[in-house]
T-cell receptor
Framework: SQQGEEDPQALSIQEGENATMNCSYK?????LQWYRQNSGRGLVHLIL?????REKHSGRLRVTLDTSKKSSSLLITASRAADTASYFC????????????FGKGTRLSVIA | DSGVTQTPKHLITATGQRVTLRCSPR?????VYWYQQSLDQGLQFLIQ???????AKGNILERFSAQQFPDLHSELNLSSLELGDSALYFC????????????FGQGTRLTVV
């Protein structure tokens, strides 16, 4: 079964608005990662947050992690049409000995 | 460009046939992962190799097999193909066994007719 579950499944916003996607997972993790996938193409790594971190920034991206709630959020500020893609969270088990397990993703549409 | 190369990009084949998907990992990466992505199942982990040895196994069917060669490239063999095997197959690589980001290839789109 999938480790991470993204919410919402789909999100449509206007250019310039902020987009927030959430991810919930089930077991203890070593780290949580966010990836982006443009339609039918390979996944691109966005950001990695370790279990002892609570927040991380990278450009217009802000990721939070709440291990007590087993949840994470990805915020994209000042969205652009080029941000239109699917976004996946992936978790690595706390043992560090298992591969990344992906959720089903959030489909983001940014309308110009 | 992630540095991970997958061939072929597209493959159309008939039910019952066998195909081989190839992956060259990023230079220096020792781990190779195979994932299957279909519309209704999301991204499913199939199998991982680390430095030539099988490291972890996921939801890989018995009809599927994989290996990693001494030069670290990997092949995924799919046999007795069924319509339901139609999907995008991704290879990813990482430096170690975990704890870092994974780099994905562009995928092989397999269509079984």
């Amino acid at each position: 079964s999938q480790q991470g579950e993204e919410d919402p499944q789909a999100l449509s916003i206007q250019e310039g608005e902020n987009a927030t996607m959430n991810c919930s997972y089930k077991t203890s993790i070593n780290n949580l990662q966010w990836y982006r996938q443009n339609s039918g193409r390979g996944l691109v790594h966005l950001i990695l947050i370790r279990s002892n971190e609570r927040e991380k920034h990278s450009g217009r991206l802000r990721v939070t992690l709440d291990t007590s709630k087993k949840s994470s959020s990805l915020l994209i500020t000042a969205s652009r049409a080029a941000d239109t893609a699917s976004y996946f969270c992936a978790t690595e088990h706390h043992s560090g000995n298992t591969p990344l397990v992906f959720g089903k993703g959030t489909r983001l549409s940014v309308i110009a | 460009d992630s540095g991970v190369t997958q061939t072929p990009k597209h493959l159309i084949t008939a039910t019952g046939q066998r195909v081989t998907l190839r992956c060259s990992p990023r230079s220096g990466d020792l781990s190779v992962y195979w994932y299957q992505q279909s519309l209704d199942q999301g991204l499913q982990f199939l199998i991982q190799y680390y430095n030539g040895e099988e490291r972890a196994k996921g939801n890989i069917l018995e009809r599927f097999s994989a290996q990693q060669f001494p030069d670290l490239h990997s092949e995924l063999n799919l046999s007795s193909l069924e319509l339901g095997d139609s999907a995008l197959y991704f290879c990813a690589s990482s430096l170690g066994q975990g704890g870092t980001e994974a780099f994905f290839g562009q995928g092989t789109r397999l269509t079984v007719v």
